[in-house]
């Protein structure tokens, strides 16, 4: 049993670094054998992390915070607490170490899973009364036994005893997460005190009163149901306080991104002209022909589906030159694996827009807003949950060969993005190789290096505002659609990891290197 201490930003980035990692291995496998038909994904990528010991912090218990673990941090499964360290059970809500790692000789808990599923539950946020486990049937329902101090309820008993803290985090029910229940960890509590008597059940119950200990960041779930309300008040057209504009896109974008600024008076995102595409040269858009590509068909099984392995045979001439062949996207329309480029079908192909290998050419679907930080000036945050892999939004600007030579009429140089500078953070994405050693290596399709600028700084959107960060939750993947010139490719955001609501954006820009 240790406590783990880090205080350094360099040793902070770097466990955060260790912690995603594992993260984008656990969803790397999850999407593996889901697209592969195996029930309960999760639990079976789960088995496999820990049969190649790439789960976290299994040979020491922790107590207190995680290494790499923030508050407001969301997982959409129990393995994945599992995997980093911050719970170890996928079904007790009690995890403890054993009294016989415990020099005291008695165990104690070092976090619980609080989800409201007992009568005597009460939860006031920084004021928890939690039920003990036991006594009831193990798929839920009324108590029809007693409750004893035993396993994880004494293990609470003596960290109440010991002063020993407690993580906590809470499961709220989220038809957006893959699993309906969304995961958010909420801090360290202390254990004040037990009781044990007849509860609303009748039956003996262990309860404990736990209290946060303060100075810790906000509560991640206060601040999932204050973005639910935010959300709400947006979607009436009411204007909360502090909201420069509803809309900065003016209807240009399928959903609308408002612009907060509760800091200073400064109104600078509304002060350029604002396009939700880029503006690339005539060179870049292929002749009309006579004739449709016959690329694919309209078919959803054709171009992929995204139910089958990305070494599946596949009649779409645009998926075949992915590398693999097989689809980009899953059936949920987020990335298989992160590409040097990825290739969609485009306008002369035969398919129609919702085929399953367009995800980026049907648009945002999230609801984001750029806002005024006291830490990074301007950035910009989601009002939804944003799942692994899912696409974000794509830069714009004015298009300009590395020459200099510009499709606009801007001639101010002091907003320039160069598409070459992007680190390859794709690589990070989808990798399994590290717990699927028989796979063999990637297939990856092989492209040009971009021969183009970007100019955004008079004409662009909201991306531009997206903060730079060296544990990203966001990377830049190149997309290239139909017979588009491959050397100007599309810059489109996806995310690295479950993102949840009123959460900064971030990618690497480079910067650190």
Not at 133 to 150: T, V
Not at 414 to 423: A, E, T
Request: aromatic share 8%; hydrophobic share 35%.
């Amino acid at each position: 049993m240790v406590r783990a201490t880090v205080t350094t930003p360099a040793d902070l980035l770097l466990v955060r670094n260790v912690s995603r990692r594992a993260r984008l291995t656990f969803e790397a496998l999850r999407g593996h054998y889901t697209r592969r038909g195996k029930s309960r994904a999760d639990m079976v990528a789960l088995s496999t992390m820990l049969s190649r010991n790439l789960c976290l912090y299994r040979d020491k218990r922790i107590v207190g915070p995680v290494p790499g673990v923030f508050v407001g941090d969301v997982f959409n499964y129990r393995a994945e607490l599992i995997v980093v360290g911050l719970h170890n059970h996928t079904q007790a809500g009690i995890g403890y170490v054993p009294a016989s790692l415990v020099s005291e000789g008695h165990p104690v808990a070092t976090s619980i899973v609080s989800s409201g599923g007992y009568l005597d539950d009460s939860d006031g946020g920084d004021v928890l009364v939690y039920t003990g486990s036991g006594g009831r049937p193990r798929n839920g329902g009324e108590h029809h036994a007693d409750q004893a101090f035993e396993r994880g309820n004494l293990a609470l008993a003596y960290s109440c005893k010991y002063g020993v803290e407690v993580r906590v985090i809470r499961c709220h029910d989220c038809d957006a997460s893959p699993s309906a229940k969304l995961y958010v960890y909420d801090g360290l509590y202390k254990v004040e005190s037990t009781s044990y008597g007849p509860g609303k059940s009748g039956r003996e119950v262990c309860k404990f009163n736990l209290v946060r200990i303060p100075g810790q960041e906000e509560l991640g779930s206060k601040i999932w149901h204050a973005s639910r309300k935010l959300a709400a008040m947006l979607d009436t057209n009411t204007r909360p306080p502090g909201y420069i504009t509803l809309d900065l896109a003016k209807g240009k974008e399928a959903v609308r991104i408002p612009v907060c600024n509760t800091v200073d008076q400064n109104t600078s995102p509304t002060e350029f002209e604002y396009i939700a595409r880029p503006e690339f040269p005539p060179s870049m858009v292929p002749p009309k022909l006579a004739r449709r590509r016959r690329c694919c068909i309209y078919s959803q099984t054709a171009c992929g589906g995204g139910s089958s392995s990305r070494s599946s045979s596949c009649s779409c001439a645009c998926l075949k030159r992915n590398g693999g062949g097989g689809p980009a996207y899953n059936a949920d329309g987020t990335l298989v694996r992160g590409l040097p480029v990825v290739y969609e079908c485009g306008v002369l192909c035969g398919c129609p827009l919702s085929c399953p290998n367009r995800v980026t050419q049907r648009g945002m679907t999230h609801r984001l807003e750029v806002f005024r930080s006291n830490e990074t000036e301007w950035g910009v945050r989601t009002l939804d949950l944003i799942q692994p892999g899912a696409f974000i939004c794509e830069f714009t600007g004015v298009a300009m060969d590395t020459a200099g030579n510009a499709t606009g009429s801007s001639t101010y140089w002091g907003g320039i993005l160069d598409p070459r500078k992007f680190p390859p953070r794709w690589r990070e994405w989808g990798d399994a190789s590290a717990a699927l050693t028989d796979e063999g290596p990637s297939l990856f399709p092989q492209c040009p290096a971009p021969e183009y600028l970007l100019d955004v700084s008079l004409r662009r959107n909201f991306a531009t505002y997206i903060c730079h960060s060296g544990a990203p939750n966001a990377f830049v993947e190149f997309v290239n659609r139909g017979d588009e010139n491959e050397s100007w490719p599309h810059l489109m955001v996806f995310a690295m990891e479950t993102i949840p609501p009123m959460c900064e954006l971030s990618i690497d820009y480079g910067l650190d290197q």
